[in-house]
């Protein structure tokens, strides 16, 4: 992969890095089941919201706090941000986030990492910076740490408040394929497969196009084959379909490897642009012996335009593009025989 996504983040205003994280949010459907981006005059401490279920506020949700701060998270900040989720859930404005993260591409000053990482230590660090940052940082109206309100903060699990720095936000599940799907980030080279890699055996997977395969050069050659063994004892042959398992099985590679990092949309985009590419083509050399037909088609394949941040990177080898078409054959979509 190309390693520049946390320099994209670190260039994001804060507006940008809040709608980024809610963004995330609903792309992770799997943990979250709705969202929220309260607006600057009433976030009351929230930034960007994650519900884990429909009761919203009234069951579990997550809190996520942006500070895209040019320095660090600093102390002030720290302290305020989490007063503030304190004192409104005090007020019966929500409960209390079951998680609370911080995101910081720059990270935070010492004083504060060193509590983050010491989740004892933050009640305390809160409850002594009240008065300093709090009594007149969360409202317009003082907002004095009543008992009620320290023992809620006693009563918190602060393990549950994290800090995400640029390095750390670019790894969470899917948050490449958001930063993709709205940046021009070069998504890297995908794994290549040699033709030792190819295994010996054909799965039940890849049984269609093989066999096709068989009969292609069965036709070619004039010879009975009647397996995939057959034609790789063959010497003209026997490369020829190894080398086309090799495309194949290229093309699963490159799928698996930028499936959690791109929208689904840009990597299915390069077996449409293939197909677009040779289909005409293929049609027309229906009459066509069929070892003409897939040795031109390999050919019209492997020039293929790709759209998208794969194509504009030129991250996608010929023999991804090839393999694209033994996929069709494999799905009865463009058959060779």
């Not at 006693?154 to 799907?181: C, D, G, T």
Request: include cysteine; charge should be negative.
């Amino acid at each position: 992969m190309a390693f520049n996504e946390d320099r994209q983040i670190l260039n994001l205003t804060d507006s940008e890095l809040e709608d980024l994280v809610k963004k995330w949010l609903a792309k992770v459907s799997d943990i979250y089941v709705g969202f929220e981006r309260p607006t600057a005059s009433a976030d009351m401490g929230r930034d960007a919201v994650g519900f884990l279920s429909a009761r919203r506020y009234d069951g579990e949700w997550h809190n996520y706090q942006c500070k895209h701060l040019k320095a660090p998270l600093g102390k002030a900040e720290f302290v305020t941000e989490l007063g503030k989720i304190f004192y409104y859930a005090g007020q019966g404005e929500f409960t209390l986030p079951t998680s609370y993260i911080f995101v910081c591409p720059n990270s935070a000053v010492r004083d504060v990492k060193k509590v983050i990482d010491r989740p004892s230590l933050i009640a305390d660090f809160l409850i002594d910076n009240w008065e300093a940052y709090c009594l007149n940082g969360i409202s317009t109206t003082p907002c004095p740490l009543s008992p009620a309100l320290e023992t809620a903060i006693r009563a918190y699990a602060f393990e549950k408040v994290e800090l995400w720095k640029a390095s750390e936000l670019v790894e969470k599940p899917q948050m490449r394929a958001v930063l993709h799907e709205h940046l021009d980030i070069d998504p890297g080279e995908a794994p290549r497969m040699s033709v030792a890699d190819v295994p010996a055996d054909v799965a039940d997977e890849e049984s269609a196009y093989v066999t096709q395969l068989v009969a292609v050069f069965a036709a070619a050659s004039g010879t009975p084959f009647t397996s995939y063994t057959d034609v790789v004892a063959n010497v003209t042959y026997g490369f020829q379909i190894i080398n086309a398992r090799r495309r194949y099985l290229e093309r699963q590679a490159f799928r698996r490897h930028f499936r959690d990092n791109l929208p689904a949309s840009q990597i299915d985009n390069v077996d449409e642009d293939v197909h677009e590419t040779v289909i005409d083509q293929y049609h027309a050399l229906d009459k066509s012996p069929l070892y003409e037909r897939l040795t031109q088609i390999m050919g019209a394949a492997s020039t293929a335009q790709v759209t998208g941040a794969l194509g504009r990177h030129n991250r996608v080898t010929p023999s991804v593009k090839q393999g694209a078409c033994h996929h069709f054959a494999n799905v009865g979509r463009m058959p060779w025989a």
